[in-house]
């Protein structure tokens, strides 16, 4: 990662559905990002992100990956929305304080599509694992 970019720039979302806080790695394969989940997060409820949270997270990860790219080869940031989840399993829900690091691996890329394997943690205690593809719109 040459350049380091505010994660505004690089996402389409906007708040209160920003769920990544910044871009920590990106190469053409492995992408690592980070969120610390806050009370007035839009997906906190009891203290606890929810399972969609950490979806949104996972996906997030993703088009922060596909902003980076566009954006260090002069093209804009798109839009892309979740084609599919497979094998994604919750296996523990961050509290309030909690920071997450969301890592993706990019298995294949074919024709505006993306195939990642995906792991968010927490103090390397394994909290969403699973398999996402996201669609350019």
């Known amino acids: 990662m040459e350049q380091e970019y505010d994660i505004l720039t690089l996402l389409p979302q906007r708040p209160p559905m920003v769920m990544v806080d910044r871009l920590l790695h990106c190469d053409p394969v492995v992408t690592q990002t980070e969120l610390t989940v806050r009370e007035d997060n839009i997906m906190v409820d009891d203290g606890l992100m929810s399972a969609c949270g950490l979806i949104e997270n996972i996906a997030q990860t993703c088009a922060a990956r ?5 954006l260090s080869n ?12 497979r094998d994604m399993e919750i296996h523990s829900l961050p509290k309030i304080g909690d920071k997450i690091e969301t890592r993706i691996e990019v298995s294949d890329e074919v024709f505006g599509m993306t195939l990642a394997q995906a792991e968010s943690r927490c103090d ?9 593809k996201i669609a350019l719109l």
């Open 66 to 70: 596909m902003g980076y790219i566009n």
């Open 74 to 85: 002069g093209k804009e940031v798109r839009v892309g929305v979740i084609g599919a989840l």
């Open 124 to 132: 390397n205690t394994l909290l969403a694992s699973g398999t996402i």
